[in-house]
């Protein structure tokens, strides 16, 4: 009987142990995993009307608390709320600060800047005092860089083939009023697409990129405008993304092509007029789960995607208040403002005359500073020996600079090859892969006669 107890004693232990050390390497787990942080919308620029709603994830009490100019975190007034009105706050720059009750760490609060207004920003060239316009016109030299290809078309039922041509979202956006603004990609309802981005968008203070549509102002009117909206979602791998918030403080139903004040919408695409991109930024993301948990990186952005929003009111805003007075969004490109590294379009040539032929490129410096622009063309036996053909400099503040050479005396049958190389302050060089094609005696007018391949 002893024996026989003694097994049973260690056949009970054994399982007991192995559940313990389970439970003990959980909590441990669980609490490097981190502490819940409370999550609630975000937006540079917020109307008064609005409560900003807070949710942690398992539950628990939330405190919050609110920080006005000159006020300190150590100073902080915390309150158990699950919402904060904002109308208390009206036209003051407020940061808000959030926690599961009791955390002391700052590390694990939600903490977000607002500039609390009567409305969000009302749009293109519309003044409200204390609340700019912030659409940024297309030509502005702020833009360091814009989208260089697409993936993920699939534009909504109603789209005509006419409308979808997704290649129209590359490159920068030109012109305003009615000029280019059928230069589109239609998304058509719930349509999107992803653009992709020759050098990663990163955050740096303010706003960091923008988006295109071909919004056009009523005839008559000061503020009215026929608007189109999209929801902004950005990713570092192309596979995990997360949203801008967005709000729409509109109470009535806008009828199909009837018109929208910009101040009522914030956080999406299309309250700016065709030429003007409306600015987002990356910075109103830093508290999102998937950002906290190095799913999106914001200092390494390569994809943002448009998803179309049905303006019927069955999308539902970061409030849950439905959304109307919206169309097919007419995407017409992305612009940035802060990109990390240089940027080179990839060069094209033309043909100029049986012999001749030219190479056009743009480059923007990115963060680089200065660049030193060399457009170089060697024949393929010699890459070590390069002929310098064309160049140029572009500035630490510059946008995207064209350049181009015209290369001349070209012999039948040769093998040719070209690239673009960027030089910075330091003596650092990012280039372009060399790009290769044989002069063949037919070739003029377009480069359907030489054949081009990349090393
Ligand atoms: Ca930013
Ligand atoms: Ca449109």
């Known amino acids: 009987m002893p024996r026989s107890s003694h097994a049973r004693t260690r056949f009970l232990t054994m399982p007991l142990l192995a559940v313990v050390a389970f439970l003990l390497i959980f909590a441990a787990s669980a609490a490097a995993d981190s502490t819940p942080i409370p999550e609630a919308p975000t937006f ?56 599961k009750a009791g955390v002391t760490d700052e590390g694990d609060w939600f903490e977000s800047t607002y500039k609390v207004r009567e409305s969000f920003p009302p749009g293109t060239e519309v003044e409200i005092p204390g ?24 534009p909504g039922p109603n789209v005509e083939p006419q409308w979808a041509h997704p290649s129209e979202v590359e490159g920068g956006v030109g012109g305003t009023g009615y000029e280019n603004n059928a230069g589109v990609c239609t998304l058509g309802d719930h349509g999107k697409i992803t653009l992709t981005f020759g050098s990663p968008i990163i955050d740096q203070p303010g706003y960091d990129f923008a988006v295109f549509e071909n919004g056009f102002r009523i005839s008559g009117t000061t503020e009215s405008d026929f608007l189109e909206f999209a929801r902004v979602e950005v990713s570092s791998d192309g596979t995990h993304f997360v949203r801008f918030d967005s709000a729409s403080i509109q109470e009535e139903t806008v009828a199909a092509y009837g018109a929208t004040e910009a101040k009522y919408i914030g956080g999406l695409a299309g309250t700016d007029l065709n030429g003007y991109g409306t600015p987002f930024d990356l910075e109103s993301l830093r508290d999102k789960q998937a950002v906290r948990e190095g799913l999106v990186d914001l200092d390494d952005v390569n994809y943002v995607r448009i998803v179309d929003v049905v303006g ?14 919206s169309g097919g969004f007419d995407l017409r490109g992305v612009g940035v403002f802060h990109q990390r590294d240089v940027g080179i379009t990839t060069p094209e040539v033309t043909w100029k005359s049986p012999s001749a032929m ?34 140029g400099t572009v500035g630490a503040e510059d946008a995207y600079k064209a350049f181009d050479a015209e290369v001349n005396g070209l012999f039948s049958n040769q093998t040719y090859a070209y690239r673009i190389v960027s030089t910075g302050p330091g003596g650092e060089e990012t280039s372009t892969p060399w790009h290769s094609f044989v002069k063949s005696p037919a ?13």
């Not at 009307?49 to 609110?66: H, N, Q, Y």
């Not at 003029?444 to 391949?453: H, P, W």
């Open 44 to 99: 540079p620029v917020i109307a008064d009307s609005l409560t900003l709603p807070f949710t942690l994830e398992g539950g628990g009490e939330i405190e919050v608390a609110v920080l006005e100019e000159g006020q300190t975190k150590a100073a902080a007034q915390w309150a158990v709320t699950s919402s904060l009105p904002l109308g208390p706050y009206e036209g003051k720059n407020i940061v808000v600060l959030a926690r």
């Open 358 to 391: 030219s190479i056009a490129t743009s480059v923007s410096p990115g963060t680089k500073g200065e660049q030193e622009v060399q457009i170089e063309l060697a024949r393929e036996a010699d890459y070590a020996d390069p002929q310098v053909v064309g160049g």
């Open 131 to 154: 609340n700019p316009s912030v659409g940024v016109v297309g030509s502005s030299p702020t833009y360091r860089g814009w989208a260089t290809g697409w993936e993920d078309y699939e």
């Open 312 to 325: 019927n009111g069955e999308d539902l805003d970061s409030f849950g208040h439905p959304t109307y007075g």
């Open 443 to 455: 070739a003029i007018e377009g480069s359907s006669a030489i054949r081009l391949r990349t090393r």
